[in-house]
């Protein structure tokens, strides 16, 4: 449920929709590159595959719900970062830390939430349109409002086509390297209504539809692509039982399906998972106390009928949140029942203190789970039907300071991970029919760090940065995390004087290692940016973005290619 910021302890990050907006960009990935804790890799340019590293955590050890709707695959893990569509979204929610006794398995770096438009106020038309590098152009359209009086309908529904025909996926020296232009098409879809039937008493409805034909590079004649399908749909009611009661009940779905082409023949990969949550929320005085009762399921359905099951999760959580003055406190605990691995229970306990009106320390502790993928447990000559889901605990403490013009944060953070699922080769369960190695349950893993983050407001410029100091290693080889840099982050500042914006931003990453085994270096890399907009008329904008200013040459995946210097332009009239 909504909090004011100053009252969250978990450690956080808001993208606002004047964020997006004034960002230019058209990649959820390329516009979370810059946040406070997050790494990126792709195998490629926009629309091949990407994933999300938060704190050291892996792609498949956080958690990604759309409007409260989780979404992912149920057989590689992780969700499919390049499936979702930027243009649908209005503002995205980062929550540091492990968070599994709030949201159940796979929380263990952090949680990502995103929401798509939603509708408020009269009749709002937005339009936008824009071309770039690469042959790069998108179009999208949208209306929301909402009705006056107590029985308020809220709406709102975006479209959106974007298209590039993008460069080379592959470097010379890549497998299956080939030379060709590796582009992409998507279209999206999403509408969020809502009715308030009286005071606090709503039904609604969220959607999500994700079209995205990619190609990528797998041969060196033949046009390999990826044809990816995201979907995502939400039922709620919400209705206040008294004074003090607040119940809310959610049935959801979502689909992520895959359907490879390459030139061994088609593989396709498909997960559905269904949810059914009853949520109660009682305030006692200035305290808050929840209560989650949860099932879901998850379904697999691919081109190997070994991986082809079904993994049901019943859960049951509780938080209380304490208000005392200077003093705020958290407390949580969950137990996830699954199917295939049994009860886990996670739990987390959190205090924080105002020294001042601006000045805040938070100190916490808690546990966390990854759940073993389908393909972890099931894939022939991979998956062990017996491994163990991972562990994780995690101690932080963090100040942070906001007076209206100013914030600035500094978080510690030691992620300890047990049962580490690794690719061990040669595999210690069955050699004999496990004779490329296998997913174990073999080492053990600590993320610690530092986390700094500040802006400040002087004038018409916004100065802001973060940076990001760490050691993400595996404690049983001793070698560093493949593809996580001990430093990375970045700095811009941003100009605004009535009808014209501007800002600049340098991301700056050290070397990484591409591999377990820490064999093959990925160079550091600075990124200098650049982006305006231009209020011509009322209600019109023109707005552009500069990326990768000087040509910086450099890989996030070894051998894969990344964009060049390039330009997006576009102009968007949004009725205010």
């Known amino acids: ?159 959106a086509h974007e298209r590039s025909d993008g460069f080379s996926a592959t470097r010379l020296g890549a497998f299956g390297f080939n030379p060709d232009k590796d582009g992409y098409a998507s279209d999206s879809a999403s509408g969020r209504f809502s009715l308030a039937l009286a005071k606090d008493q709503e039904i609604g409805l969220s959607l999500l539809h994700n079209r995205l034909n990619a190609q990528f590079d ?118 996830d029942d699954s199917s295939q691995s049994g009860a886990t229970t996670t739990g987390s306990l959190a205090y924080g203190y105002r020294m001042s009106n601006a000045l805040r320390a938070n100190v916490s502790a808690g546990t966390s789970f990854r759940a073993p993928t389908f393909n972890e447990l099931f894939f022939p000559g991979y998956g062990i039907a017996s491994n163990k889901p991972e562990k994780g605990r995690n101690i932080e403490t963090g100040l942070y300071y906001e007076d209206g013009k100013s914030q600035f944060s500094a978080v510690y953070y030691r992620n300890r991970i047990t049962d580490l699922l690794v690719t061990a080769f040669p595999c210690p369960v069955d050699p004999a029919t496990h004779q490329f190695g296998c997913a174990y349950n073999v080492n053990k893993a600590l993320l610690t760090g530092v986390t700094f983050g500040a802006n400040t407001t002087f004038g018409n410029y916004t100065l802001h940065g973060s940076l990001d100091l760490q050691d993400p290693h595996d404690e049983t080889t001793g070698r560093e995390l493949a593809r996580r840099a001990r430093r990375h982050g970045a700095v811009g500042v941003d100009y605004r004087a009535g009808t014209v914006s501007a800002g600049s931003e340098l991301v700056f990453s050290s070397k990484r290692f591409d591999d377990a085994a820490n064999r093959n270096v990925l160079g550091g890399y600075t990124l200098v940016n650049l982006r305006a907009s231009y209020d011509f008329a009322p209600d019109w904008s023109l707005f552009g973005r500069w990326d990768n200013v000087f040509g910086k040459k450099y890989e996030l995946v070894r051998n894969y290619a990344t964009a060049g210097s390039s330009l997006f332009l576009g102009v968007r009239y949004a009725m205010k």
């Open 1 to 159: 449920m909504p909090q004011i910021a100053s009252e969250v302890l978990s450690d956080n990050v808001v993208i606002t929709q004047e964020d997006i907006a004034q960002s230019g960009q058209t990649s959820l990935v390329d516009l979370l590159q810059s946040r406070r804790g997050i790494e990126i890799t792709r195998n490629g340019g926009p629309g091949t595959n990407s994933s999300v590293f938060i704190r050291g955590a892996a792609n498949n050890q956080n958690i990604v719900l759309v409007d409260g709707v989780r979404i992912g695959s149920a057989t590689t893990g992780g969700a499919s970062w390049a499936a979702i569509p930027l243009s649908q979204i209005d503002h995205v929610e980062i929550v540091y830390g492990p968070l599994s006794s709030l949201y159940g398995a796979d929380a263990m770096g952090g949680v990502v939430q995103i929401f798509t438009k939603k509708g408020e106020g009269s009749l709002a038309p937005v339009v936008s349109a824009g071309a770039g590098s690469y042959n790069t152009r998108n179009l999208e359209a949208g209306i929301s409002g909402a009705t006056a009086g107590e029985q308020k309908f809220r709406y709102a529904l975006n479209a």
């Open 218 to 335: 797998n041969s060196k004649t033949f046009d390999d692509r990826n044809m990816q399908t995201l979907d995502a749909v939400a039922l709620h009611a919400t209705n206040r039982i008294n004074s003090t009661w607040l119940s809310t009940a959610q049935l959801s779905q979502s689909d992520d399906k895959l359907d490879s082409l390459t030139a061994s023949g088609r593989n396709f990969f498909n997960t559905r998972q269904s949810d059914l949550s009853w949520q109660h929320d009682v305030n006692i005085g200035k305290d808050l106390l929840q209560a989650v009762l949860e099932r879901r399921e998850e379904k697999a359905d691919t081109s190997n009928p070994a991986v082809n099951r079904t993994r049901t999760t019943n859960s049951v959580a509780a938080a209380y949140q304490l208000r005392r003055g200077a003093h705020l406190a958290t407390a949580s605990v969950r137990n």
